[in-house]
């Protein structure tokens, strides 16, 4: 075989390998289940069952990985230079928290608490931002609950903002008990105190504990061991 043919025959071999090459890449992308990355035990990833109240992180501590939440749920809360804490947020199956490491925030900025008993996923952030970029599931999959949680973040600052507590207290009890517009009674399944409700409406326990009897009293929610929620508590939202 002359030189041109040992060239001809190298360039085809290339060819076959770079074939080969891709032809696994794209096995090994189809084969990726965002789901049993995000549930399951592997490198860099651990799982850990939480109790009630007991922290997954707190405000402060070195931010060096992503959580995703499998079972339960979880408070997000910041406490003051003074001492005073605020309940800022409250998630459930589905959500990721502790993201800012992604962005390369070195602490947490709050904490993170079980308010039931909760599973978790801890994902170090160089094992995150690994699958991310090689991912695009996974890339979607996070981007989209990035955008929700901003949109929550902006209704919850609007709230904040322009709405008196007895509506913010209606719109925390409908996005607990997932009310739709449909007629119907639904249960709260996060357990939930006044204190907590408190809390994250920004005013006191009497005040809740005051609205919480007027709405009964209007039909617009059950209390007897569990909390359910009428979705004609909506219109103490809308309503001028």
């Given at each position: 075989m002359d030189a041109r043919g040992r060239q001809s025959e190298i360039k085809k071999q290339?060819?076959?390998?770079?074939?080969?090459?891709?032809?696994?890449?794209?096995?090994?992308?189809?084969?990726f289940d965002t789901e049993a990355f995000l549930t399951t035990v592997g490198a860099g990833r651990t799982i850990a069952t939480y109790k009630p109240k007991?922290?997954?992180?707190?405000?402060?501590?070195?931010?060096?990985?992503?959580?995703?939440?499998?079972?339960?749920?979880?408070?997000?809360?910041?406490?003051?230079?003074?001492g005073k804490e605020r309940v800022v947020g409250m998630l459930g199956p589905g959500s990721f928290v502790g993201e800012g490491c992604l962005g390369g925030q070195p602490i947490y900025l709050a904490s993170a608490r079980a308010s039931t008993e909760a599973t978790l996923i801890r994902v170090e952030a160089e094992t995150m931002i690994r699958a991310i970029h090689e991912h695009p599931e996974l890339s979607q999959r996070f981007m989209a609950y990035l955008?929700?949680?901003?949109?929550?973040?902006?209704?919850?600052?609007?709230?904040?903002?322009?709405?008196?507590?007895?509506?913010?207290?209606?719109?925390?009890l409908i996005m607990l008990a997932q009310v739709g517009k449909e007629?119907?009674?639904?249960?709260?399944?996060?357990?939930?105190s006044q204190e907590v409700m408190a809390a994250r409406v920004g005013t006191t326990r009497s005040r809740i504990n005051y609205f919480m009897n007027k709405f009964?009293?209007?039909?617009?929610?059950e209390y007897n061991?569990?909390?359910?929620?009428?979705?004609?508590l909506l219109?103490?939202?809308v309503r001028e």
């Open positions: 290339d060819e076959r390998e770079r074939g080969q090459e891709k032809d696994w890449q794209m096995v090994l992308a189809e084969a007991s922290y997954i992180f707190r405000q402060g501590t070195k931010c060096n990985a992503v959580h995703y939440i499998q079972q339960g749920h979880i408070e997000l809360s910041v406490v003051s230079g003074q955008l929700l949680r901003n949109s929550q973040i902006e209704s919850d600052l609007v709230d904040q903002l322009f709405n008196s507590s007895e509506k913010r207290l209606a719109r925390l007629a119907e009674l639904r249960t709260v399944v996060t357990p939930i009964r009293k209007l039909g617009l929610i061991g569990d909390l359910k929620v009428h979705s004609s219109n103490v939202i």
